[in-house]
T-cell receptor, first 112, second 110 residues
Framework: DAGVTQSPTHLIKTRGQQVTLRCSPKSGHDTVSWYQQALGQGPQFIFQYYEEEERQRGNFPDRFSGHQFPNYSSELNVNALLLGDSALYLC???????????FGPGTRLLVL | QKEVEQNSGPLSVPEGAIASLNCTYS??????FFWYRQYSGKSPELIMS????GDKEDGRFTAQLNKASQYVSLLIRASQPSDSATYLC??????????FGKGTRLSVIA
């Protein structure tokens, strides 16, 4: 049973650049949620995708956008990167919106 | 604004002892509660979920929920050095996103 996968594992970008992170959900799951986790903090909800639509969004600027594909995989895009965007980006999948979520290994983004 | 409060620790316990991790929350309508374990540099791993008042046991782990006191805890029996990690409390409240606490760092001393 394939778990949640994410790519890449690590990424280094400079301020002002754009980045795309990818996530494939656990087999059988249809919902993908994205989180940002800064050092020493709990994960903060960015947004959730279900049926290829953004279902709910957290308190993140429009620079953060996403997409879900027909196979339920998802992308997170961040434009005009800021130093403060440096964090661990986590993807979690679930069967349904408010069901138990399982996390992927994360993508560690460093913005210089 | 829903809030989940956890003592950041570190909580240090000797090997073989019981580790008790606590979490309080502000929203009375919170319905589903989760404990995740996160090793340094890794992603959160689900340990337990609990939905009803009382205790739920799974191996060495016991989750306890008291909705009247807005309190959820995780007990780890026979603690092992491999249990050393950050433990995150999270909850759902209706149709709202999963809200996490900042986590409690546990250190099990051999």
């Amino acid at each position: 049973d394939a778990g949640v996968t994410q790519s890449p594992t690590h990424l280094i970008k400079t301020r002002g650049q754009q980045v795309t992170l990818r996530c494939s959900p656990k087999s059988g799951h249809d919902t993908v949620s994205w989180y940002q986790q800064a050092l020493g903090q709990g994960p903060q909800f960015i947004f959730q995708y279900y049926e290829e639509e953004e279902r709910q969004r957290g308190n993140f600027p429009d620079r953060f956008s996403g997409h879900q594909f027909p196979n339920y995989s998802s992308e997170l895009n961040v434009n005009a990167l800021l130093l403060g965007d440096s964090a661990l980006y986590l993807c979690a999948s679930s069967l349904g919106s408010w069901e138990t979520q399982y996390f992927g290994p994360g993508t560690r983004l460093l913005v210089l | 604004q829903k809030e989940v409060e956890q003592n950041s620790g570190p909580l240090s316990v000797p090997e073989g002892a019981i580790a008790s991790l606590n979490c309080t929350y502000s929203d009375r309508v919170s319905q589903s509660f989760f404990w995740y374990r996160q090793y340094s540099g890794k992603s959160p791993e689900l340990i337990m979920s609990i939905y009803s008042n009382g205790d739920k046991e799974d191996g060495r782990f016991t989750a306890q929920l008291n909705k009247a006191s807005q309190y959820v805890s995780l007990l780890i029996r026979a603690s092992q050095p491999s249990d050393s990690a950050t433990y995150l409390c999270a909850l759902y409240s209706g149709n709202t996103p999963l809200v996490f606490g900042k986590g409690t760092r546990l250190s099990v001393i051999a």
